[in-house]
């Protein structure tokens, strides 16, 4: 593999992305940006992956940006090289990503999880926003993506305290779509992807780009995408294949996946 930092494993239509840092406890620095930004791109383009798994370790998901890394750099130094900016790649992939979160999952890699489409997390799955400890702020979107999914009350809570939440509480405030033991959370996030990536390839593409469109705009405009898509699939050979499976009493073969 030519990544020093993540291990690429591809198993049928879907990949796992896992973060390898042990030592960092995944700590997200450049190097790990630029690996996993390059690896979801080329797994984006290649038609045989219907869904991607990002994973880190059962101790940390990972433990945010690489503050080492961060520590000596100037105003001038961030601004210049556009820091973290890559990141937002990963919002920009076609191909559903599903985040499989244990243990610590903080700041950017809080982030990182909430830049994925489904958010599963184990049992011992720990998110926060602790910043504003080490005299900063988010930096990968976490202020928006945060509140967004868990609204101001405990965006405002977690950004400004630096406390963290477990799992039990990101489910409950809508972070995460449900919670695992951790010993099945590998197995899960695979089967998750499965399920994913046996759906028609462009109809899953057109149905997250409708969900995503929520955070972009209007009520009447999203509906009005939505329902100009939604037009869109019956041109789709996915559309007839699905409905002809369900009136024959058969599993359906999409065609496009
Ligand atoms: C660099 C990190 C790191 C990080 C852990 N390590 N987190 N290195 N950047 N974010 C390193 C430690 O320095 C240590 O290496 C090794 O990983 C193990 O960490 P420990 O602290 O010894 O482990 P533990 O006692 O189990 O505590 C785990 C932890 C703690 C609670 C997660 O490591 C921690 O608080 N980490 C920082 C979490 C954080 O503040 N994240 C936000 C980062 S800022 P050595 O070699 O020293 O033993 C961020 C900002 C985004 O994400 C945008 C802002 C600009």
């Known amino acids: 593999q030519p990544y020093e930092t993540i291990l690429v494993e591809r198993t049928g239509r879907t990949a796992v992305l896992t973060l390898n840092r042990p030592k960092a406890l995944n700590a997200l620095n450049l190097q790990v940006m630029n ?48 820091w973290f900016t890559a990141w937002d790649r990963l919002g920009d992939l076609r191909t559903p990503t599903v985040a499989a979160v244990a243990g610590h999952a903080l700041g950017g890699g809080c982030e990182l999880a909430m830049l994925c489409d489904i958010l599963l997390a184990a049992d011992t799955a720990v998110f926060g926003q602790p910043e504003i400890k ?4 988010p930096g990968i979107g976490g202020s928006q993506r945060l509140t967004r999914a868990v609204g101001k009350a ?16 990101a489910e409950r405030a ?21 399920k994913v990536a046996a ?14 469109r929520a955070f972009e705009t209007t009520l009447a405009e999203g509906v009005r995408f ?3 898509l939604f037009h869109a699939v019956f041109a789709t050979e996915d559309q007839k294949e699905g409905m002809a499976a369900f009136v024959e009493k058969r599993g359906a073969e999409f065609r496009h996946r």
């Not at 080490?134 to 702020?137: E, Q, T, Y």
């Open 226 to 228: 939505e329902r100009r």
């Open 35 to 82: 690996e996993v930004v390059a690896a979801t791109a080329e797994l984006d383009r290649d038609p045989d992956i219907g869904c991607i798994v990002i994973t880190g370790s059962p101790k940390a998901f990972a433990a945010g940006a690489d503050i080492k890394e961060m520590r000596p750099q100037s105003y001038m130094d961030m601004y210049l090289s556009d």
């Open 199 to 212: 759906m028609s390839a462009p109809v899953a593409m057109m149905a997250k780009e409708a969900v995503n």
């Open 154 to 169: 405990k965006a405002m809570d977690l950004c400004l305290t630096g406390r963290t939440m477990d799992a039990t509480e």
């Open 134 to 137: 080490l005299g900063v702020i």
């Open 174 to 194: 809508g972070l995460v779509s449900r919670i695992v033991p951790a010993a099945d959370l590998l197995t899960e996030a695979r089967a998750v992807a499965e």
